[in-house]
């Protein structure tokens, strides 16, 4: 079974980092593309960041500059250090990959940022 588990959630002050982690329960690099999407309350889902197999990398507007996403291969697991957080950035944060034409989603981690 296909699994994408996230971590590293939290509360963390307006300006500061944090970083979520996604655990994949196979290859990191047999998903193409991965990706993080976010939902804040009354909102849809949004694309934050996704990454390629050929390593391209995509941001949204509003995160360029501010957020980056990488994977570790050795650990099958991709990230996103999300630094200069801002109060907008709270959102429950949800790991995505397509393997095979199929798309696998992690339960998601919460993240709040505090003015």
């Known amino acids: 079974q296909v699994q994408l588990v996230e971590s590293g959630g939290g509360l963390v002050q307006a300006g500061g980092s944090l970083r979520v982690s996604c655990v994949a329960s196979r290859s990191i690099f047999s998903f193409n593309p991965l990706g993080w999407y976010r939902q804040a309350p009354g909102k849809e889902r949004e694309l934050v960041a996704r990454i390629t197999s050929g390593s391209r990398t995509d941001y949204a507007d509003s995160v360029k500059g501010r957020f980056t996403i990488y994977r570790d291969g050795t650990k099958n697991t991709l990230y996103l250090q999300m630094d200069s957080l801002k109060p907008e950035d709270t959102a429950v944060y949800y790991c995505?990959?397509?393997?095979?034409?199929?798309?696998?989603w992690g339960q998601g981690t919460q993240v709040t940022v505090s003015s």
């Open positions: 995505n990959g397509k393997r095979f034409e199929v798309d696998y």
